[in-house]
């Protein structure tokens, strides 16, 4: 029997045909459809006109395709603006929380000191907060610091937040290295600082780079604290410049559509370049 | 396991201690103290105090105020408020148990259904999904991708594209039922329907995770030794009973955080409503990271909604400890 | 000092960070400053302690960040808006470049937010320091509120220059004031009625409903037809709160209405309930589209767009919505009469603008309302979103008919109130709409409701 073979084991032969495989495939085939049905439904309809769908309804043969809304949402609607917006803020954010976190990683990993675990615990339970909590608040500081409706006010919030997340797993990750090396490295003289910039940093790049791909994801698609900390137009990223084009366009689903999906397109860009990364982000974060 | 290296200057210490130089003096100091993770832990630290635990406590002071969120002194610009003590949680627990549920009554219910779903839905199917899929099926990549791919979405996108699937006129929703034959009587009313709104809700948030537990589970498959599970075999269990006695405690590891993340994420649950439904018909889909959002920012209650927050972080506060607990027995086995 | 502090604050934060981040890093130059001090002194003098006061002019190295963003020559007026609608936002985009031609060296940096998630956000822009120069807002206690709390800026002097205080009509000046200084510009003013396609009315023999029979069978000819009566979005909330408006003014007079707005009477009083239990009568005749919570007010506008909704109760500003080719087939009417003997009032809301207290700008700010509430701004409106002036200088004669018909419409009130989320609290508003939609979900909770509502009333308006 088919289904009784064991997980990631190449069928015997290649020329029975497994039936339970078939009905598998089958079922994966539908059900993926169906499941992705929202996502090619916004496609479909953001490549029609608002007159051909009110008109003719979604489930009939487009008229005419266009790309217009496409144009629209890019040029009228500001998401080329709300985009680079997107960018200013994430990667700035990404490698401020990277590099702190590795250095609190580094001390963690490394060293013993009296409140090291009290730290490490602090970050852990810091990762888990429901951060709608910080809201009112941070827009308080970033008011009091001069920063509010600025890219700086989510940028350190951004940095500060995930720098809990980052520092669990980049000091999980750092702990398996072997230890030798730096033991050697300090016989040789080499400072402390030396250690982590020459040696562990770079030994740390493969969590580095899945971490990133990851948090870059879920900076990129940060929605309240942009909401929160930044009002002018000109400086929103492309999540909450989203639901200006909403008010904009009311009743206008392609291209409020056809914008929604180009939010999309750097994330799903990334995800598709970095899988491996993206993929061992998410488990580094959680299986140990 | 990687063992903790002992710091070998330390040993170093009583080295020419007449010749240093003030540089190797405060290197010396530094040493003997012990005081190098110190310089590593302090800036992100500071950063971390000043964005997130000070935020954190002033949330809980603001709740024991009825701050209107917008009234300050005018020389110094400082919120202006009177400190009010537990009335602002007398005034919420006390709005339980109405005939017509308050806002927060739905929110503490939504947020308990979120949760339970959460947990539930995503965990099932994205169990079954990585099973099915380390069968080796043809195109499993492929497969993996799609269903994956709403994960990476941000939930404003998520929230705009299932608006429009959920809208009762023209979303694909009820234009699909109505094409069937669907009498437009019996058409739900999905986000407007006060029945039907915190489910629609719910269902869009669950499609968005699925992918994210599938991934996870896949992950912990490949972990799961194929010896094992021949051995088993070899020892007559079927197909189900290596699922069960064998698999299953493997991944129990994954399924742990697997409940965690769901946990936190609908406790955070904010954007979708927010976008969606703005919490309503009628409160109906409100959670409490809205309903905090409302009352601070819509009805001059910053007293309140803070109040509210601090609601949600000790409802977060049992799961957080649960996980910690994990996390520090872990911790010990080093 | 307090600034300073601030800064460097920030900047230590901020330079923490940046200092090893290549890609984000703000240009930090070193800048010789000539920096001109006051000092005072205190020197004694014979035995006498005497205050000097010098001017010494030192050079100092200044560290300055420069923010790209912020390298602007001229201050800007900055103007947030929530004018996100198309129309509205046109006009607004046109008036604003109106004033710039006019201003070359007054730049403003307009901001359109959307609508509803402007209400929210205006709370952050108050406080924020700098807050924004102008800002959009209604009439009347919504903006009092703000008064109230020393966020908005007197502009009596502007009134005066522009010489307002004669153009406008009394009534305006006497919405924006409190304690005789003028704090609020009102520009425009609409008229609530019900809309109605002409053309589905003709087909199916129906004239406009003068009293509430008629509206009541109007529905029930136009639900047996396949149509749907009453379109309706109340996804948030407001449209409904123009039902309860009205009808409690029909029901029960303008002045009952108003004093349950101000938390004078009850709402469990028995007239209150009359009102929801006259709603209920349009339930039960199938008046309204289905999920109307689905839908904002600009979404259910397409059915009617669409010729398969026939009436809409809504403000003026339906129009900006409304198809270009079916704007010559839509009308409107005076809410139905429900008892003759019963003042008629009318809701009519004003909206317009205002400066904060805390504006980077002021005399900027001033300038550019100036402009806001000049004639060729407010004639620029007629024209274009054909809103109704404040300013009595705008000529008459560029009222479309259907203007023409508003403001006889206004003029046959005996009262006139602006809506229910600007003649009540926001906390009263907030809970009274809850309160709509849960009665819209559930008509047989009405007691319930008002209860709770009353509750609610006795706590808000308790201080």
New interface residues.
Partial sequence: MA?????????KKGTQIHWG?VA??I???V??IV?????F??II?SVRTQED??VN???SIPTEVTFSNYTEAWQRANVDRYLLNSF?IT??AL??TI???S??A???A????RI??F?Y??????T??????????????S????????Y?AV???H???Q??FC?FVLRNFM?????EI??AA??DGCS?WGI?WRIVMPLTVPGIAAIATLEF?WI?????WA??LI?????KPV??G???L??????N?PL??AG??L??IP??VV??AL?RYF?GG??LG??? | MAVMSQDPLNKDQKKRPDTQTFGQKVGHFVRKHNLTPYFFITPPLLLYIMWVIGPMFYTFYLSMTDWDGISRNRETRRPEFEFIGLENFYDLFGSLGKVIPSAFEYSLYNNLVWLLVFITIPLVMGLGLAVILNQGIHGERWFKVGIFLPQILSLAVVALIWSWVYNPRAGLINTFLAGIGVAPENLPGWLADKDWAIWSVIAAATWRQIGYVMILYVAGLKNVPVTLLEAAQVDGANAWERFRYVTLPLLMPVTTIVIVISVIDSLRAFDLVQIMTRGGPANSTSVLANLMYIQAFNNYRMGLGAATAVVLFFISLVFIIAYLYRVMQDELEY | MKKSFRISLLLTVALALVAVLSACQPEVVEVPVEVTRVVTETVEVEGAEVEVTRVVVETETVTETVVETEVVEVNPVVFNSYSSDPAVRAFEEKMVAAYVEANPNSPVQHTIVNHEDFKQAIRAYLVAEPAPDVLTWFAGNRARFFIDRGLILPISDVWESEGWNDDFPKGFRAMSEVDGEAYFLPTSWYWWAIFYRVSIFEENGITPPETWDELIAACETLDGAGLIPITIGTKFRWTAAAWFDYINMRLNGPQFHLDLMLGKESYTDPRVKAVFEKWTELFDANCFIDDAAAYSWQDAVDPLNQGEAAMYLMGQFIMDPIADDIEDDIDFFRFPIIDPSVPIGEDAPTDGFFIAAAAANPEGAKDLLGFMGGVEAQTLMVEEIGRLPTHNGVNPDLFTEQQQKGIELINGADMVVQFYDRDTTPEMADVGMNGMMAFWDDPSQIDAILEELEAQRLEIFSE
Avoid: C
């Fill in positions: 289904t009784t073979n064991l997980p990631n084991q190449p069928a495989k598998l495939f079922f994966l085939l059900f993926t499941y992705m049905s929202p996502f439904g916004a309809t769908i009110s309804g979604f489930w200013i990667i700035p490698i401020g590099f702190l976190s250095l609190s580094y001390a963690l490394r060293h013993r000191f090291n675990r730290i615990f602090m970050y852990v339970a810091g888990l907060l429901p951060f709608q909590i910080l809201l009112l608040p941070v827009f308080l500081l008011n009091y610091l001069g920063i509010y409706d600025t700086w940028i350190l919030i940095t500060a937040f720098m809990g520092t702990r398996t290295l072997p230890g730096m033991d300090r016989i402390e982590y994801t990129f698609n940060d929605y309240i909401l929160m009002q002018n137009d000109e400086l999540t909450s989203l639901t200006t909403q008010g904009q366009f009311v009743t689903w409020i559509v929604a999906l939010a999309a994330t799903v995800f598709f899988q993929i998410l488990t959680s299986v140990k």
